[in-house]
């Protein structure tokens, strides 16, 4: 059985940080890119970072650039997103999600999907 289980989340002020862990099981984790992907309150989902299934190449939304580290641990079958500089614009429930093909930024494009884990940022 596939799953992909997020942690990390919570409350934490403007300007503060958080890591978002996303542990997978039921699939063979090194060999799917893995992204992550958040939907704000009153907005579409959107893409938010994805690593390669090796790790060799990363991708960013360009509101997150800078701020936002995307990686993974393949002997933990784990992947991780730290934020940094948060700020309120980046309050939102945010999920991983697993793709077959590589630097896949659209949501269609994965099929595995977590449950989604609250980030919220106060000011």
């Known amino acids: 059985q596939v799953q992909l289980v997020e942690s990390g989340g919570g409350l934490v002020q403007a300007g503060g940080s958080l890591t978002l862990s996303c542990a997978a099981s039921?699939?063979?984790?090194?060999?799917?890119?893995m992204g992550w992907f958040r939907r704000a309150p009153g907005k579409e989902r959107e893409f938010v970072a994805a690593?390669?299934?090796?790790?060799?190449?990363?991708n960013y939304a360009d509101s997150v650039k800078g701020r936002f580290t995307v990686n993974r641990d393949n002997a933990k079958n784990t992947a991780y997103l730290q934020m940094n500089s948060l700020n309120v614009e980046d309050t939102a429930v945010y999920f991983c999600a697993a793709s077959p093909l590589t630097r896949a930024v659209t949501a269609r494009l994965y099929d595995y999907w977590g449950q989604g884990i609250q980030v919220t940022v106060s000011s």
């Open positions: 039921g699939f063979t984790f090194s060999r799917r890119d």
């Open positions: 690593i390669t299934w090796n790790g060799a190449s990363t």
